[in-house]
């Protein structure tokens, strides 16, 4: 029997072992885009975007849980202009802010979050028009510590973000539309 329990536990800090070993060789920083058409022109959808009480009418993570409570501060929009979050569910805490952008082409936020996961991420909007439309793209960067290392090789970042900027662009782009 104790032959047994030594063996499984060999097997156990090994397959461990193995774990920490892949997560270390992971990229210590993480990229997910998504994008998409809009019939609207650019001005109008970066009013959507640069104004932070207009951004989380389509925000997917402003969407995501009942308990979210927002607050806003700065001015109204552009540089500046910021928002916090705070939840008991899936939501977490953080802030965001505004930190640039050049009209009507893009808008530059960091995204800094304190719970679940403390994390520092840029978030750029980029709106290109495109014969009477406007090709909207939503990235986020980040670094990603050897913790998100670890998390990513469970949940990846492209599928946990992924979603969430899919849903909101099209919502976006239903209100841009109207």
């Given at each position: 029997m104790l032959k047994f329990f030594m063996w499984t536990g060999l097997v156990l800090a090994s397959a461990i072992a193995l774990l920490l070993a892949y997560a270390a060789r992971k990229p210590d920083d993480f990229r997910v885009s998504r994008s998409l058409n809009i019939k609207a022109?650019?001005?109008?959808?970066?009013?959507?975007i640069n104004n932070l009480r207009q951004f989380d009418t389509w925000n997917p993570f402003?969407?995501?849980?009942?308990?979210?409570?927002?607050?806003y501060t700065g001015p109204e929009s552009g540089q500046g202009a910021k928002s916090a979050w705070s939840s008991k569910g899936s939501a977490?805490?953080?802030?965001?802010?505004?930190?640039?952008?050049?009209?009507?082409s893009d808008v530059?936020?960091?995204?800094?979050?304190t719970r679940p996961i403390e994390a520092r991420n840029d978030?750029?909007?980029a709106l290109q028009p495109?014969?009477?439309?406007?090709?909207?793209?939503?990235t986020m960067t980040g670094a990603q510590p050897f913790?998100?290392?670890?998390?990513?090789?469970?949940?990846?970042?492209?599928?946990?973000?992924?979603?969430?900027?899919?849903?909101?662009l099209a919502d976006l782009k239903t209100l841009a539309e109207k």
């Amino acid at each position: 029997m104790l032959k047994f329990f030594m063996w499984t536990g060999l097997v156990l800090a090994s397959a461990i072992a193995l774990l920490l070993a892949y997560a270390a060789r992971k990229p210590d920083d993480f990229r997910v885009s998504r994008s998409l058409n809009i019939k609207a022109p650019p001005e109008k959808i970066f009013a959507l975007i640069n104004n932070l009480r207009q951004f989380d009418t389509w925000n997917p993570f402003a969407k995501q849980d009942e308990t979210i409570q927002l607050s806003y501060t700065g001015p109204e929009s552009g540089q500046g202009a910021k928002s916090a979050w705070s939840s008991k569910g899936s939501a977490g805490a953080g802030t965001l802010e505004i930190t640039g952008g050049n009209a009507p082409s893009d808008v530059k936020m960091l995204l800094y979050m304190t719970r679940p996961i403390e994390a520092r991420n840029d978030i750029v909007f980029a709106l290109q028009p495109r014969d009477g439309s406007t090709d909207v793209s939503w990235t986020m960067t980040g670094a990603q510590p050897f913790i998100g290392k670890v998390i990513s090789t469970f949940m990846s970042m492209e599928k946990m973000v992924g979603g969430p900027f899919e849903r909101g662009l099209a919502d976006l782009k239903t209100l841009a539309e109207k």
